[in-house]
């Protein structure tokens, strides 16, 4: 009788559970989030219209929305979800995971060791650089940053406005992403002069950006490249902590035939603990100083494939048509990546397009073993044009 009454209870508490569906649960992640902002991964083969079309029953009830849904780069969507929408997204068994919405950073304060000059000739600019690789024709480089001031006069009317995700203004306000894209190609600052120069803006004015609308400029990106046809490269000099997202629609990117050009990261760490650095399909870049020596800030790690000069950087600026800013003692890692991005350009358009894969295999067989000052597990390959 007593097992008999025992085998009762124990059924009674089984019996909840086997009806009761599993709940996926929300993943931990370490660094800043945007609040109730979360980015979904569906299942492979899930049907996202039809999960939409399921949720969209459930929004109409909540103050949730979906703002993105991403097409070419991530089987999944992202927006601001709580209560049932939520409930809802955690009981369906269409979901794979979902991450809290991360904040990345450009890592820098431009009002710190620098130095701006306006009304400066291109041409001086130029000769202070000394010769660089004029190459790059028939390349577009997306420059998913803060934007990019496309009327500088470095540009030479070869940059444009792409697309802005996050609800910004279309324009620096910044200046990282102007800086940086110089470094690819501006006269005088990069080595890519003659590449086309697209502006994908997904971080704020103050150098900040949720990870869901990286992943949309992501996903634009690879539109645009498979509408244009054109050899494309995308420059991400941005970082935070570590997010499978992102890192799972580079590696979709890449898989399209997007090059990427990464930087390291600019705390001194290893580059493998943050996102989009650790993608070990992208070429990821640390930064050296005229010595050939790791920069103090730059992070590190056997993720890294090249490195570049990330001292003394000086290229094109916001406020004016020739503004120009040497940034020179201040976190710059994410200011290097860019001119890695400039020597793919050169390559391409000296030797032709191959895959991803491919050139960046190039780009490490053509590197210097020269960098110093970092563990023995980081790669002492210095970038140079071929």
Do not use: C
């Amino acid at each position: 009788m007593k097992s008999f009454a025992a085998a009762l209870s124990a059924l009674a508490l089984v019996l909840p559970a086997l009806g009761a569906p599993t709940l996926v649960p929300i993943q931990k992640v370490t660094g800043p989030v945007k609040t109730n902002s979360y980015i979904i991964k569906l299942k492979d083969g899930a049907d996202k219209r039809t999960h939409l079309v399921k949720l969209g029953q459930v929004l109409g009830i909540t103050e949730s929305h979906v703002k993105y849904t991403y097409d070419d780069v991530f089987h999944g969507y992202s927006g601001t979800l709580t209560g049932s929408a939520l409930e809802f997204i955690q009981s369906s068994k269409d979901v794979e995971y979902i991450l809290p919405d991360g904040i990345a950073t450009v890592q820098w304060d431009a009002s710190a060791g620098s130095s701006i000059e306006y009304d400066t000739p291109v041409a001086e600019a130029r000769d202070e650089v000394g010769a660089l690789a004029e190459g790059g024709a028939g390349v577009d480089v997306y420059d998913v940053d803060t934007g990019v001031y496309t009327s500088h006069s470095s540009f030479g009317g070869r940059a444009r406005w792409g697309a802005t995700f996050g609800g910004y203004a279309n324009s620096d306000g910044n200046g990282h992403g102007t800086h940086t894209v110089g470094t690819v190609g501006g006269s005088g600052f990069g080595p890519a002069t003659s590449a086309s120069i697209i502006a994908v803006k997904v971080l704020s004015d103050a150098g900040s950006g949720a990870y869901s609308d990286i992943i949309a400029g992501v996903d634009w990106v690879v539109s645009s490249a498979r509408s244009s046809g054109r050899p494309s490269i995308a420059t991400l000099s941005l970082g935070g902590s570590a997010n499978t997202a992102l890192d799972n629609a580079i590696v979709s990117a890449f898989n399209a035939g997007v090059h990427f050009t990464i930087a390291a990261g600019n705390s001194n760490v290893d580059a493998a603990t943050t996102s989009p650095a650790r993608v070990a399909a992208a070429n990821t870049v640390g930064a050296t100083d005229s010595n050939n020596a790791k920069a103090s800030f730059s992070n590190f790690g056997s993720i890294l494939d090249v490195w570049a000069l990330g001292v003394n950087v000086r290229s094109a600026w916001i406020g004016g048509t020739s503004a120009v800013n040497t940034i020179f003692d201040h976190i710059l890692n994410t200011l290097i990546s860019p001119a890695v991005a400039g020597i793919l350009a050169v390559a391409i358009g000296r030797y032709g397009n191959k895959t991803p894969a491919a050139l960046s295999t190039d780009l490490e067989s053509h590197a210097r073993s020269v960098v110093t000052g970092a563990n023995s597990s980081t790669t002492k390959l210095l970038a140079t044009v071929w």
